[in-house]
C-alpha cells in the first residue's frame, strides 16, 4: 500500500490498531490470569471486555469507509507484548511481577492513546464526523484505562515491590 494523500494514512492507522486490538484481545486475558492482586486482574479483565468493543466498533469505522475489517502487521504492539511476556517468565517476586505488569499494561495503554489520538486528529481533518466519534469513544476507554493503572501503581503495588 503506498501512501500518497492523508486518506491513505488514516486507513493505515486503522489496518494497524485494528491488528493490535486483536492482538490484546489474545494476550490481555492471558496477563490477567497472572497477575496476583485481585485488582489488578479485575482491571486487566476488565479492560479485556473494553477492548472486544473496540474490535467492534474498528469493524464498524472500515464500513464507514466502504471497506473491509482487515489489520495489518504492527510491529509497535508486538514489541509491547514481548516485552510483557518476559516480564511474566522473569520476574521471581509476586510484588515485582505485579510492578512490571502494571508497567507493561500502562505502555501499552500509552501507545494506544498515541495512535487513536492521531486517528481522531487526522478524521477530523478528513471530515470524517461518524469515525470521529467512534474513535473518540474508545481514545477515552484508554485514557481512563490508563488512569485506573496508574492509581493501582500509586496505591500498594509498587510500593510492596520496592
Ligand atoms: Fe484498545
Ligand atoms: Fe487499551
Known amino acids: 500500500m503506498s501512501l500518497k494523500t492523508m486518506e491513505d494514512l488514516f486507513i493505515h492507522g486503522l489496518k494497524d490498531i485494528y491488528y493490535a486490538e486483536k492482538k490484546l484481545v489474545q494476550q490481555l486475558p492471558k496477563m490477567a490470569k497472572k497477575a496476583e492482586s485481585a485488582e489488578l486482574a479485575d482491571a486487566i479483565e476488565q479492560h479485556f471486555k473494553e477492548t472486544q468493543n473496540q474490535v467492534t466498533r474498528l469493524e464498524r469505522i472500515f464500513r464507514l469507509c466502504n471497506m473491509e475489517p482487515r489489520g495489518k502487521r504492527c510491529p509497535g504492539i508486538e514489541g509491547l507484548i514481548e516485552e510483557a511476556k518476559e516480564i511474566i517468565e522473569e520476574a521471581e517476586e509476586p510484588d515485582a511481577l505485579d510492578a512490571g505488569l502494571l508497567a507493561a499494561a500502562q505502555s501499552v495503554e500509552h501507545y494506544e492513546i498515541s495512535r487513536y489520538g492521531t486517528l481522531v486528529a487526522w478524521g477530523e481533518e478528513l471530515g470524517m464526523s461518524d ?23 500509586e496505591g500498594k503495588l509498587n510500593r510492596e515491590a520496592a
Open 131 to 153: 469515525a470521529v466519534s467512534l474513535l473518540r469513544e474508545t481514545l477515552q476507554e484508554e485514557k481512563n484505562a490508563d488512569r485506573l493503572l496508574s492509581q493501582l501503581a
